[in-house]
């Protein structure tokens, strides 16, 4: 098959698979709903009980999930291509752990009401996801240019200290904290409501923004640096321009959902493994993907254990672990020279 239109079939497969998972996300859970019905359900207003479950309940989580998957994807594509290592992903620049350090520390000291009690822990997350990075970023910046080893070797020092703070913070909670700090350490859409939404769309839609179109420029960085400068490629413009939307992404997608893992390595290999490498192409199909991913993987931890529910994080670690494995075997010589 043509490569092109290989590219091609998978991206219109994913744009018509994302409203069909939709659909049933939004259907399954211990009040069940006719997927077929619920265009008429929300287009006629129909105020009864199946109305507010999916306006109120449903459809806010199926958005964030599908938002976060979006993000994580494309942040964990494009990290991956600027360090062109397939190992990479959004917590080696610290986002993840800056967040959990916030939070925790929000949970623990802030007794807030008002907009602070709905807002407070997203805009924690956001804000202690960006300053690990903003710090990462000028400890990695010398001579006016970054240099992508000592960005890799911050990340991971600060990744230790926050992860320290964090432990530290749950020692000093009481019992209702700490069950706090767990739960959003294992990653959830429990808190899903559309005042946490229109909270986190901002910084996640600029982080996509600034990342999606880059598909061209990551192809010519691929290369190596110095080619992709010989090339017209503003290189260091466009290493800041990737942190910086990883940072607006993941941020708003940690402080919305908790640490979600996995979806930022294993989209990206999904979409290798199904068409090629091609960036322009790539990026797109990861946010679709990473969408659908989570979406899933939400639906299936709400559904699976009524009416207990998985935490999303758990149940993306247990799947996402055993394909990245065997992703590792399969690959092994090649993932450390692609």
Known sequence: ???SRA????????????????????????YPIDALRIPAILWGHLE???????????????????LVGAALAVSGASLQSMFRNPLADPSLIGVTAGAGLAVSAWIVFARASGLLAVWGLPIAGFVGGLAIVWTVW???????ATQMSTLLLTGIALNAIAFAGIGLFAFLSDEEELRGITFWQLGGMTSANWALAFAV?????????????????????????????????????LQRRIIWGAAFAVGGSVAAAGGVGFIGLVVPHLFRLC???????LLPSAA??????????DTAARTVAQPAEIPV??????????????????????????
């Open 7 to 30: 590219y091609r079939i998978t991206l219109l497969t994913l744009a018509l698979a994302l409203p069909a998972v939709i659909c049933v996300a939004a259907a399954a859970g211990a």
């Open 201 to 237: 769309v901002p910084p996640i839609a600029l982080g996509l923004i600034l990342l999606v179109p880059l598909g061209g420029k990551l192809n010519a960085l691929a290369l190596g640096e110095r080619d992709a400068f010989h090339l017209g490629v503003p290189v260091h413009a």
């Open 138 to 144: 000028r400890i990695a910046r010398a001579g006016g």
């Open 288 to 297: 679709l993907g990473g969408a659908i991913l989570l979406i899933g993987a």
């Open 313 to 338: 994080g758990v149940l993306t670690a247990f799947v996402g672990g055993p394909f990245f494995l065997w992703l590792l075997v399969r690959n092994r010589r090649e993932a450390f020279y692609a």
């Open 48 to 66: 009864d009980e199946g109305y507010r479950i999916l306006l109120y309940i449903r459809l806010p989580r199926v958005f964030i999930a599908g």
């Open 275 to 281: 068409c090629g490498a091609d960036n322009r192409w």
């Open 1 to 3: 098959m043509n490569v």
